[in-house]
């Protein structure tokens, strides 16, 4: 995807608040209220590619937005940000990196959909898996 047809790029007038590399922008649409993304200003798809003035950028206005959040949204507040080059660009998925601030509290709608069955999809760390994924990390 160009930056051309960005809606990061192009739609920028959810911005809350910047800096010199970066953004926070209402999610729209959200997962729940305060679900807020911080994204580089520079059009980039892979996490890889920030420069280390944008990954500082980027995590400092998560720093300072979660800071925001916490209080009035939400008791604590989930970091996530998503590489998913298999996916097409859609309205829930947009090739330019992004990181989702989400407030969380203990029976938000996260929680009542999804998580509070989260404990069926953990299992006991293998340790033919956990060599493995070390040794490739390595």
Sequence with gaps: MSETNCPFCNGKERIVKENEHAYALLSNP??????TLVV???H??????????????????????EQKLIGQFGDGCDIR???RPFLQQSELKVDHIHFHVIPRTLKDYIYQVSEKYDTELFAELDPVEAKAVTAAIK
Excluded: A
């Design 30 to 35: 959200r997962k729940v209220p305060g679900h």
């Design 40 to 42: 580089p200003k520079r």
């Design 44 to 65: 980039v798809d892979k996490p890889w590619e920030l420069t280390e003035m944008e990954l500082r950028d980027v995590f400092d206005l998560i720093s300072y937005i």
């Design 81 to 83: 940000q998503n590489y």
